[in-house]
C-alpha cells in the first residue's frame, strides 16, 4: 500500500516547490488545498518537471468530516503543513480570519492526525514569530514578541505543538521558522504568483521589470544600514523546499522529536541589493521611488542557520543572483503565457 506525504496549500508559492522537492527524494504526494490564492494547474506543472502527476484533493484544512475522510482512505505517513493565510498587513484589518483559517486549521489537522495515530508533522512557520529582533543574528531561542495578527497565528501553533508533544508520546515534529523566500524552480514552470498587488519585495520587482507597474517603492531609506534601505534575509525557495525534506526525513528517523530550526541564509542583503541584483537578471535599470517606512518594519533581520545546519544536514546554497535570474525566468514565463492566451481569445472573437 503507497505511503503518502499529505502537503496542506501545496498548491501554493513554497508547498509547491516543496512537492518537487519531495518527489525527487522518491516520497508520493497527497495535496490539501482549497485554492483561495492557487490554481489546480500548479500540479500539471509540477507533473512536468518531475514525470509525476500528485494527487490533488480540493479542499479546507477547518474540514473535520474531508479531513477524516481522507485519513481513513490514504495511508498517510506525514504531513508538511503549508496551508494558512500570509499577508501581514491584511491580517490586522481581517484578524477572525487568520486566526480562524491559521489556528482552527492547524488544530483540527493535528486533531485528524491524532485520530489517524500519524504522527510526523512538519509546520510551515514564520521568522515574523521574533518581531523586532532584540539581537542578530536571530537565534531559535530569541523572545518571540509577534507584532501583527498574522505572527500571533504562528506563535499560537507552535505553542498547540508544543503542548500536544508534551502531552502525549510519539510526536515527530518540526517547526520551520522562514526568513524571506524568492526565486522560482529553474525551469520556469513554477513561482511566486500574488493575486493583487504583491505584498513582497520580489513579485513586485518583478512586476516592474515586467512593464505591468511603473516602479518600486522602497519603504524607509533612512534605517541604519548601508544604503538606508531595510535588511532581510532571503532564501531561494528551492533551497527552502529541500530543507523540509531534511526536516521531514529528521522527524521520520527519530522515535519523538518537537525541533524549531530557523530556514535562511544567514546572511542580509538591502533592498537596493536585491533591485540592483534583479537589474542585472533582466538586463535594464529598474525604475524606484522611496516611500516613508511602514509600520511595525524593522531596520535588519537575518538568521543563525547552525541550528538546521547541524540538526538537518542542510544549509542553504543558492546565490542572490539564482534567486533573482529565476525569478525573472519564471516572471517572463508568465505574462508571455498571458500574451499568447489573449491573442488566442481575440482571434476567438
Known amino acids: 500500500m503507497t505511503s503518502y506525504v499529505l502537503v496542506t496549500g501545496g498548491a501554493g508559492f513554497i508547498g509547491s516547490h516543496a512537492i518537487v522537492a519531495l518527489q525527487q527524494a522518491g516520497h508520493s504526494v497527497l495535496v490539501l488545498d482549497n485554492l483561495c490564492n492557487s490554481e489546480a494547474q500548479v500540479m500539471d506543472r509540477i507533473a512536468a518537471i518531475t514525470g509525476v502527476q500528485p494527487g490533488l484533493i480540493v479542499g479546507d484544512v477547518r474540514d473535520e468530516t474531508l479531513l477524516a475522510d481522507l485519513f481513513s482512505r490514504h495511508n498517510i505517513q506525514a504531513v508538511l503543513h503549508f496551508a494558512g493565510l500570509k499577508a501581514v498587513g491584511e491580517s490586522t484589518v481581517k484578524p477572525l480570519e487568520y486566526y480562524d483559517c491559521n489556528v482552527t486549521g492547524s488544530v483540527r489537522l493535528l486533531q ?9 508533522f512538519v509546520f510551515s512557520s514564520s521568522a515574523t514569530v521574533y518581531g523586532e529582533p532584540q539581537h542578530l543574528p536571530l537565534t531559535e531561542d530569541h523572545p518571540r514578541q509577534a507584532t501583527n495578527p498574522y505572527g500571533h497565528t504562528k506563535i499560537v501553533v507552535e505553542d498547540v505543538m508544543e503542548a500536544l508533544y508534551h502531552s502525549e508520546p ?13 526565486g522560482s524552480h529553474p525551469s520556469g514552470l513554477l513561482g511566486e504568483a500574488p493575486r493583487g498587488v504583491p505584498n513582497n519585495l520580489m513579485p513586485y520587482v ?22 538606508g534601505t531595510g535588511i532581510r534575509d532571503y532564501i531561494h525557495v528551492m533551497d527552502l523546499a529541500e530543507g523540509h525534506v531534511q526536516a521531514l526525513h529528521h522527524c521520520l528517523a527519530q522515535q519523538q522529536v518537537l525541533s524549531t530550526l530557523n530556514l535562511g541564509t544567514g546572511r ?34 537575518w538568521a543563525e542557520t547552525s541550528t538546521a545546519e ?5 544549509r542553504a546554497t543558492r546565490s542572490v543572483e539564482e534567486m533573482c535570474s529565476d525569478a525573472w525566468r519564471w516572471t517572463q514565463r508568465q505574462y508571455q503565457l498571458e500574451d499568447e492566451r489573449a491573442k488566442a481569445a481575440s482571434l476567438d472573437s
Request: net charge neutral; glycine share 8%; proline share 6%.
Open 268 to 301: 542580509g542583503h538591502t533592498v537596493l541589493e536585491m533591485l540592483r541584483a534583479f537589474e542585472q537578471a533582466c538586463g535594464r535599470e529598474l525604475p524606484y521611488e522611496f516611500m516613508p517606512r511602514r509600520p511595525g518594519d524593522v531596520a535588519a533581520c
Open 310 to 314: 547541524e540538526c538537518l544536514g542542510w
Open 170 to 182: 510519539g510526536w515527530k515534529m518540526a517547526r520551520l521558522r522562514y526568513f524571506n523566500p524568492v
Open 112 to 120: 485528524a492526525m491524532q485520530s489517524a495515530n500519524v504522527r510526523n
Open 206 to 227: 518583478a512586476q516592474v521589470a515586467a512593464g505591468v507597474r511603473d516602479r518600486l517603492h522602497i519603504f524607509g531609506n533612512d534605517y541604519d544600514t548601508p544604503d
